[in-house]
């Protein structure tokens, strides 16, 4: 059972284009975080979510932790190809001695020029 | 800093054979952590660390081994490779690990081949 689903799997679109990645869970998570990774690489941190309702802004992206901190999303404004990636969505689940980070599938953008 | 090295870049193995794939971190992180890579499968947890001494497992732990003898070392040992564990390794290391989203820092990965 996957603790995090990210969709959609496998996203391209066009240059200029708005999208959403959405990450979900039937958990409560004390903080979640999404990492983009491009090929060859390690993944690199975006952002930390880490309150219910809050919301992040990165330029063009928009991060959102749900209200009851199951879920997330990551929205990016006019796309560009530079924003081709994976983007990962990873959380850490609330209460207990929890030392683990666990991870999404992840979404693999293409944004197309 | 050179932040988290990973070596060898590129393995090929076969099966039966053992190795130790090396993590190594120069910022001083208390909590450093190993993840497997496989296609349309995300990061899985495989072992991890909260200090030197100590280590615990993760998710997919079987076929793997660590040990944590200081704090800037942290080697994964496979003691018989399978070509199941054929991925992409990737350690990662962070200051701390609260819960509250400390950021990890991943090394550049080990891609492994077992024949």
């Known amino acids: 059972t996957q603790l995090l689903e990210q969709s959609p799997q496998f996203l391209s679109i066009q240059e200029g284009e708005n999208l959403t990645v959405y990450c979900n869970s039937s958990?409560?998570?004390?903080?979640l975080q999404w990492y983009r990774q491009e090929p060859g690489e390690g993944p690199v941190l975006l952002v930390t979510?880490?309150?219910?309702?809050e919301v992040k802004k990165l330029k063009r992206l928009t991060f959102q932790f749900g209200d009851a901190r199951k879920d997330s999303s990551l929205h990016i404004t006019a796309a560009q190809p530079g924003d081709t990636g994976l983007y990962l969505c990873?959380?850490?689940?609330?209460?207990?001695?929890?030392?683990?980070?666990?991870f999404g599938k992840g979404t693999l953008l293409t944004v197309n020029p | 800093n050179a932040g988290v090295t990973q070596t060898p870049k590129f393995q090929v193995l076969k099966t039966g054979q053992s190795m130790t794939l090396q993590c190594a971190q120069d910022?001083?992180?208390?909590?450093m952590s190993w993840y497997r890579q496989d296609p349309g499968m995300g990061l899985r947890l495989i072992h991890y660390s909260v200090g030197a001494g100590i280590t615990d497992q993760g998710e997919v732990p079987n076929g793997y081994n660590v040990s944590r003898s200081t704090t800037e070392d942290f080697p994964l040992r496979l003691l018989s490779a399978a070509p199941s564990q054929t991925s992409v390794y990737f350690c990662?290391?962070?200051?701390?690990?609260?819960?509250?989203?400390?950021?990890?820092?991943f090394g550049p990965g080990t891609r492994l081949l077992v024949l």
């Open positions: 979510v880490v309150t219910g309702g």
């Open positions: 990662a290391s962070s200051y701390a690990f609260t819960g509250g989203g400390e950021t990890q820092y």
């Open positions: 910022m001083n992180h208390e909590y």
């Open positions: 958990s409560v998570f004390s903080s």
């Open positions: 990873a959380g850490t689940l609330s209460g207990g001695s929890n030392y683990k980070l666990t």
